[in-house]
């Protein structure tokens, strides 16, 4: 499993200007606590910060002790086998004196200062998905400062966050995304983001013939995924829609169900028309000029949901495992109904 640079974060836009004002629909229960059987999971969680050892960087040769003090990382996240002799030292020596980017790196470091807190973070997310994945092998973490290159990168052997992504709107520098991307750019995206690309390594598909319905289950199972091993995290950081996002598509539900089914979407095969549902938009006009994007990720988690649901003996991993969206449809029994001041 390998996630390279700029993880696709999760959604933005609101569905309806007419929608009745609903009660936050995102939140877990107030107090969260995690299933004792979880809890006493070991998980052998290492996180090491390497924005300041790359700050102490002067020179190329300080940039080669770097690199060799660091031999994974640099490999597997600086890809260091892909530079011609000098190139990647003498890069690492320009970008650590540079003075915007040092900025950002004490604005990043203000930010995650605490790494006891990060790791408290992300201890029950590697014991979830441990209970469920008992061979899961917890990857070391490492904490950088990339000059807003890669956000994320996660394989069976290393976990590397640039903090700078994650800074904030009073970011020196900012990822140059959309604004609907860029919010969910902030500190509180972070873990989500991490299981999410996690869920990539046991989200099995099928390689042809992709339909519509088939990626929106697949992302559905992979919000799902997220949604297990992250039991206190709302909702809505989860898919990373607004609460009041949130709340217009449960009310809308029916309404953006019955647009795939009367416009005869669900085993559409052309991938322009499918990324306009589950690719990264603004909104989704053919269905409101309000309705955020991805949303046919949204429904597809909701079809999940219904599943789960109706086949309580069902594991998270033979859910993962399952290759049959169709399979996923039908017997989710999924059919929800447009309400009336929808129609």
């Keep these: 499993m390998h996630i390279p640079a700029r993880i696709r974060p999760w959604l933005a836009a609101v569905l309806s200007l007419t929608m009745l004002a609903l009660p936050n629909c995102t939140s877990k229960t107030e107090k969260c606590e995690i299933d004792p059987e979880v809890a006493k999971i070991d998980v052998p969680l290492q996180i090491e910060r390497l924005e300041k050892p790359f700050f102490q960087i002067k020179t190329p040769a300080d940039a080669n002790k770097f690199i060799a003090q660091n031999g994974l990382f640099a490999r597997q996240f600086l890809q260091s086998s892909q530079y011609p002799a000098g190139v990647l030292s003498t890069t690492l020596a320009r970008l650590a004196t540079n003075p915007g980017l040092q900025k950002l790196g004490r604005q990043a470091d203000s930010t995650f200062r605490d790494t006891g807190a990060l790791a408290s973070d992300l201890k029950p997310l590697f014991q979830h998905i441990r209970f469920y994945f008992p061979d899961f092998r917890v990857p070391p973490v490492k904490t950088f400062v990339s000059g807003l290159s890669q956000d994320l990168f996660v394989n069976d052997s290393l976990l590397v966050i640039s903090t700078d992504f994650f800074v904030g709107p009073k970011a020196a520098y900012r990822p140059n995304v959309p604004g609907y991307i860029l919010r969910r750019y902030t500190k509180p995206y972070v873990v989500p983001t991490v299981a999410l690309a996690i869920s990539s390594k046991y989200n099995q598909k099928q390689l042809t013939n992709q339909t519509m319905l088939g990626e929106m289950v697949q992302f559905g199972k992979s919000l799902y995924f997220a949604e297990k091993v992250l039991p206190c995290t709302p909702d809505s950081l989860l898919i990373g829609y607004t609460d009041k996002e949130m709340a217009g598509v449960a009310f809308n539900e029916g309404k953006i169900w019955a647009h795939f089914i009367e416009k005869n979407l669900l085993y559409n095969t052309a991938p322009f028309t499918i990324q306009k549902y589950v690719g990264e938009r603004p909104n989704i006009?053919?269905?409101?000029?309000?309705?955020?994007?991805?949303?046919?990720?949204?429904?597809?988690?909701?079809i999940v949901r219904k599943y789960m649901a109706e086949h309580p003996t069902v594991t998270l991993k033979q859910l993962m495992a399952e290759q049959n969206a169709q399979r996923i449809l039908n017997e989710s029994k999924y059919r929800p109904k447009p309400r009336r001041a929808e129609r």
């Excluded at 006009?285 to 909701?302: L, Y």
């Design 285 to 302: 006009p053919e269905i409101d000029k309000t309705c955020p994007g991805r949303v046919g990720a949204w429904v597809g988690w909701q």
